[in-house]
């Protein structure tokens, strides 16, 4: 199973039991976590359309004028990685199995290092504001035409299905109607993508781990005072506990689903617009390597909360388990920061749809309209750009709107979308490091890739052949390998070149020499100071409100106060960072 399983689990969860952990004991949200949920919510949109007029051109909107600074486009990629699912998910292996969800989410760490090294600077050299567009001049319009459907339709469906858990964890906790929630939702993460752009993205997913980050930090020592400190914990824990790998989750698995999360991470269209966007091959370099850095440390503080849980309540069935995380939340958090806990988790889990709302606005945009009217101006393309992007979220919405009444052909449908990782972006990923493989080969491996995986998912189980966890990854990121391999090694035995590689190596040294004779626009840095600005006044604005409800928390009152003024200052100190001017 790969990183979409975590919608497909956060889904059945939702559904079947999200209701039922939460209200056996009080009422999951009060009054003071609706006002808290709603002032994020403000601050959010807020934070968003403040954005709004600096979307001046194509660079601006889809690539922040590729100036962002690293550390923004880092913490950026990581909350777009994330998801509730996070949560859920793993969090239910941290409560089963303990430390084997660490070491999975390690194997995320490891892809991050990994394409930081290697494949976010080869990304930046090719000097493309989308992926598509690389694959154009490199592999050829007839390649970008068939990815670019691909990647629109799976994201079509993948979005929608990011969109209903989130709505339904909504619904749940408030009361509202379901299709209610969509819409609210849906209309929320369209509004401030349509109107600020990868500006709006990027800043408010800083806002976002900044919240959660504050959360986490305040639930971590508060679980462990709740059951009497560490040595309790590491005292109490069953035996295997503390154990990397065990039958379910064995060392091949982990090893295959490393493989496919650097894959995933360096391929995926909207991620490969964080190591686009920055100033330098340096830049978007220290991008993965911060994702990756992110994950080492975050793996541990997100699993322990569910991991000391079992020793409060050990009677949870597999599926109870998977609350385990916001029982133990619940548990611990004052009135108020529960509230901010859990819209840190729903307007996380949407910057995975905001940025493939920006990414798959910039595909119709740069690499379909633009093509059929090439003459058009700045002006016009913006504009296409944002009707592309609310034309695109709401079909989204529909999608998220269908979902309870697809029964079972939803679980189909997620499982495609899941099954399209490797074949989809491996192949891309070898072009950038080849000059033998051609539009035929990687549109060859791509297609033959999700034929097997759909024979194996959907065929082979009616015949008697089903493959368990570790076999069904194993294959998943192996079989494209081995075409691109067959591929290379018979180009290679032929001594061929892909017809058109020397155009491409013109077309790319001519962007590198544009971005190295380039220094920072006047706009390029005002975008940044205020960037800064906003996130600034929106952690400080944070901070105070989390000191707040320390004020009124009957337990870890000077915890809460300590958080709090510590994203005062924080949010103060970036506030008046001064922009630096760099080439």
Not at 147 to 170: E, R, W
Not at 486 to 511: D, M
Request: glycine letters at 10%; aromatic letters at 12%; hydrophobic letters at 50%.
């Amino acid at each position: 199973k790969t990183c979409l399983c975590n919608i497909r689990t956060l889904i059945s969860f939702n559904i079947r039991n999200f209701r039922r952990p939460f209200t056996s004991r009080r009422n999951l949200m009060q009054l003071l976590d609706f006002i808290t949920i709603a002032v994020f919510a403000a601050g959010v949109v807020i934070m968003g359309l403040s954005f709004s007029g600096k979307s001046r051109n194509m660079k601006s909107f889809f690539a922040a004028g590729g100036a962002v600074p690293w550390p923004m486009s880092g913490l950026s990629l990581f909350m777009g990685f994330f998801s509730a699912g996070t949560f859920v998910v793993w969090g239910s292996i941290a409560y089963t199995s303990g430390w084997v969800s660490v070491a999975i989410q390690w194997t995320m760490a490891l892809a991050g290092f990994a394409v930081g090294l290697f494949i976010a600077p080869r990304w930046h050299k090719t000097g493309a504001l989308t992926a598509a567009e690389y694959i154009t001049h490199r592999l050829g319009t007839r390649t970008q035409k068939i990815y670019t459907y691909l990647f629109l339709f799976v994201s079509l469906f993948t979005t929608g299905a990011f969109l209903y858990p989130v709505a339904k964890i909504v619904e749940v906790s408030t009361g509202l109607p379901l299709n209610a929630c969509i819409l609210l939702l849906g209309c929320f993460c369209i509004l401030y993508v349509t109107v600020g752009g990868l500006w709006a993205v990027m800043s408010t997913d800083v806002l976002q781990f900044v919240i959660l980050t504050a959360a986490v930090l305040i639930v971590v020592p508060m679980s462990f005072a709740r059951i009497e400190g560490v040595t309790e914990f590491i005292r109490s824990a069953s035996d295997g506990f503390f154990q990397l790998t065990n039958e379910d989750y064995t060392l091949g698995f982990i090893i295959a689903f490393g493989i496919y999360n650097a894959i995933f991470l360096g391929g995926n269209w909207a991620y490969v617009q964080r190591y686009t966007s920055v100033a330098s091959r340096s830049s978007s370099r220290n991008v993965g390597l911060l994702f990756g850095g992110l994950y080492v440390v975050s793996a541990v503080l997100w699993m322990l909360p569910p991991m000391i849980y079992r020793l409060i309540d050990p009677s949870l069935d597999s599926i109870g388990a998977e609350g385990a995380y916001l029982l133990m939340c619940r548990e611990v958090l004052p009135v108020g920061l529960l509230g901010l806990m859990l819209g840190g988790m729903v307007f996380a889990t949407a910057s995975s749809l905001n940025a493939t709302l920006n990414i798959s606005s910039g595909v119709v945009t740069n690499d379909i309209f633009r093509r059929l009217r090439p003459a058009s101006s700045d002006k016009l393309l913006i504009r296409v750009a944002r009707i592309s992007t609310v034309l695109f979220g709401l079909m989204a919405i529909g999608v998220a709107l269908l979902i309870p009444k697809m029964g079972g052909i939803v679980n189909v449908v997620i499982s495609v979308a899941a099954l399209t990782g490797v074949p989809l972006y491996l192949p891309i990923i070898w072009s950038l490091f080849s000059r033998r493989q051609t539009g035929t080969s990687v549109i060859t491996a791509t297609l033959s890739s999700l034929g097997v995986n759909a024979l194996f998912k959907f065929v082979m189980p009616s015949a008697g052949l089903t493959l368990n966890r570790a076999e069904e990854m194993i294959l998943g990121v192996t079989f494209p390998a081995v075409i691109l391999l067959s591929f290379e090694c018979y180009y290679r035995l032929r001594k061929a070149e892909a017809a058109g590689y020397g155009e491409y190596e013109v077309w790319e040294r001519k962007n590198e020499t544009e971005r190295q004779n380039e220094t920072l626009t006047r706009s390029s840095d005002e975008d940044n100071a205020f960037s800064r600005k906003v996130i600034g006044i929106g952690i400080a604005s944070t901070g105070a409100l989390i000191t707040l409800l320390g004020l009124i928390a009957p337990t870890g009152r000077l915890l809460v106060i300590g958080i709090g003024l510590l994203l005062i200052l924080f949010g103060l100190k970036i506030r008046r960072h001064k922009a630096v001017n760099k080439k």
